[in-house]
Nanobody, 122 residues
Framework: QEQLAESGGSLVQPGGSLRLSCAVSGVDYYSIGWFRQAPGKEREGVSCISAGDSSTFSADSVKGRFTISRDNVKNMVYLQMNRVTPEDTGIYYC?????????????????WGQGTQVTVSS
């Protein structure tokens, strides 16, 4: 059973930091991506980490602020969010794709978590 479960979403003030976690199980050699969806907007890629060499890719909107990482011992993937803005508000999902090098296109991912809410507001 392939399962992904996000956690760590909360209310955070602009300029603050937040760390999201994704617990991965039942998935063998998958790249992992973080996506988000704001009300009235399409789901967009945030950042991903590759299965092969752990190389990472990030959307321009979060580059330099967000960092994706993987802990293979704990089988966890994280998204460190720094200097957040109200535009970062949305439901954040982690997902898995059967590719060695990850892509930031939602349609290419096979398995999805249920999402965790991130709200950036003062």
């Amino acid at each position: 059973q392939e399962q992904l479960a996000e956690s760590g979403g909360s209310l955070v003030q602009p300029g603050g930091s937040l760390r999201l976690s994704c617990a991965v199980s039942g998935v063998d050699y998958y790249s992992i991506g973080w996506f988000r969806q704001a009300p009235g907007k399409e789901r967009e890629g945030v950042s991903c980490i590759s299965a092969g060499d752990s190389s990472t890719f990030s959307a321009d909107s979060v580059k330099g602020r967000f960092t994706i990482s993987r802990d293979n011992v704990k089988n966890m993937v994280y998204l460190q969010m720094n200097r957040v803005t109200p535009e970062d508000t949305g439901i954040y999902y982690c997902a898995a794709q059967a590719r060695e090098l990850c892509l930031l296109y939602p349609g290419t991912y096979d398995y999805w978590g249920q999402g965790t809410q991130v709200t950036v507001s003062s």
